[in-house]
Structure formats: structure tokens, C-alpha cells
T-cell receptor, first 115, second 117 residues
């Protein structure tokens, strides 16, 4: 079955530390890839997306992600985190197939930033 | 412009009761999706509408769950004979076109938190 794995359930960092959140998916065909963020008390928001082209994708708030097809990975990075980055981060995939709009989400990574 | 809205924001019901959850998508979006998010998990797909028709309902857990979108805009998720295991946040999303591709970015609403006692 198609799935998305997020390796870390909870990450705790100090401000200004660098961030990398892992994401791997299991699907051999064409995929659309996303990172969504959910700030405390808010709804899911799109952070960045990959559809095609340059595998290094830049999103909002200084985040970026790199699609490595050979590793089935789409890790999220930020060189210097801020306290306001405290949130839940979800990696997500749309595998192309019979229903090319069904998002498969990972279980999420909770990011806590110490001020 | 307005985003996706969902009502009610919270719903508490008793086991065995019937509930309806409403979603109002972004104006002009033809595709509408329902997801369910249990505590500590990512959202799980339930159903996808393209216009008025359900293009994919493979995520509905059983026949107690049903959704409609009669005029291609507002959608209602209906749950019959609710069970405690139905407790979750029900999320609605909409996208411009559906079907994948650059136009298929899904925008999520705030969700309805359903609690079945």
C-alpha cells in the first residue's frame, strides 16, 4: 500500500539551530509532493510543493525541500529556525493513478523550538 | 478572499445519533475533499468530489458515512449511528480543478472536531 513515513515524531531545537525533517514515501510512479504545516490552534497550511522541474523547492518562511527520486525522499530543511516555527509538520504525497487527487499524509512531526 | 469554512467547529453527540458536518469551499473551486484526522495522526482521505459527483469515495470507512454536494459547491458529510471511534477532526479541503497537476493544490478548512460520547 502507498504510504508516507516521517521519521521523527517530535523534534526539539533551540532557536537558530538548523532543521531537517525526514520524509520517505512508497510509490514507484510519478508523484506530487507537499509539506503542510499546522501552527497551534490553526488549520493546515501549505508550506511548499513539488510537481516537476527543479527538485529543490523553496517555500514560505525560509523553508525548502529536496526531492530525491532515487531515495523516495522529500526532506524539509531550514537553516535557522525561529520560535514561531513551533508547529506540526506533515509530509504528503499525491501518487498519480486512478484518483490523482487523493493526498496521502504522513503521521506528522511535532517541532518545538526553545526560545 | 474567504478560505474554506466548516461548521460547526465543534460537535458533541451521543453514541448512536446522526450528525451532519458542513463544508463551504473556496469560491470557484470545483474539487472538494473530506479527510479525517485522529489524535496524533495525519489526515486520512475519505472522499473526493469533482463538481456534484463523488469521483473517489474509497476512503469512507463504512456505509454509515455518506457525503453529498448537490449543487457543486457546499458539501455535507453525514454520519449515521455514530460510534465512539468516529471521534476525530473532520477536515474539508478544496482545489481549483482536481485531477492532479499544478492546479490541484488543496486548501484546508479549520475542521470540525467531533466527539462521540
Amino acid at each position: 500500500a502507498q504510504s508516507v513515513s516521517q521519521h521523527n515524531h517530535h523534534v526539539i531545537l533551540s532557536e537558530a539551530a538548523s532543521l531537517e525533517l525526514g520524509c520517505n514515501y512508497s510509490y514507484g510512479g510519478t508523484v506530487n509532493l507537499f509539506w503542510y504545516v499546522q501552527y497551534p490552534g490553526q488549520h493546515l497550511q501549505l508550506l511548499l510543493k513539488y510537481f516537476s522541474g527543479d527538485p529543490l523547492v523553496k517555500g514560505i518562511k525560509g523553508f525548502e525541500a529536496e526531492f530525491i527520486k532515487s531515495k523516495f525522499s522529500f526532506n524539509l530543511r531550514k537553516p535557522s529556525v525561529q520560535w514561531s516555527d513551533t508547529a506540526e509538520y506533515f509530509c504528503a504525497v499525491i501518487p498519480w493513478g486512478s484518483s490523482a487527487s487523493k493526498i496521502i499524509f504522513g503521521s506528522g512531526t511535532r517541532l518545538s523550538i526553545r526560545p | 478572499g474567504a478560505g474554506v469554512s466548516q461548521t460547526p467547529s465543534n460537535k458533541v453527540t451521543e453514541k448512536g445519533k446522526y450528525v451532519e458536518l458542513r463544508c463551504d469551499p473556496i469560491s470557484g473551486h470545483t474539487a472538494l475533499y473530506w479527510y479525517r484526522q485522529s489524535l496524533g495522526q495525519g489526515p486520512e482521505f475519505l472522499i473526493y468530489f469533482q463538481g456534484t459527483g463523488a469521483a473517489d469515495d474509497s476512503g469512507l470507512p463504512n456505509d454509515r458515512f455518506f457525503a453529498v454536494r448537490p449543487e457543486g459547491s457546499v458539501s455535507t458529510l453525514k454520519i449515521q449511528r455514530t460510534e465512539r471511534g468516529d471521534s476525530a477532526v473532520y477536515l474539508c479541503a478544496s482545489s481549483l480543478a482536481g485531477g492532479g497537476g499544478a492546479a490541484d493544490t488543496q486548501y484546508f478548512g479549520p475542521g470540525t472536531r467531533l466527539t462521540v460520547l
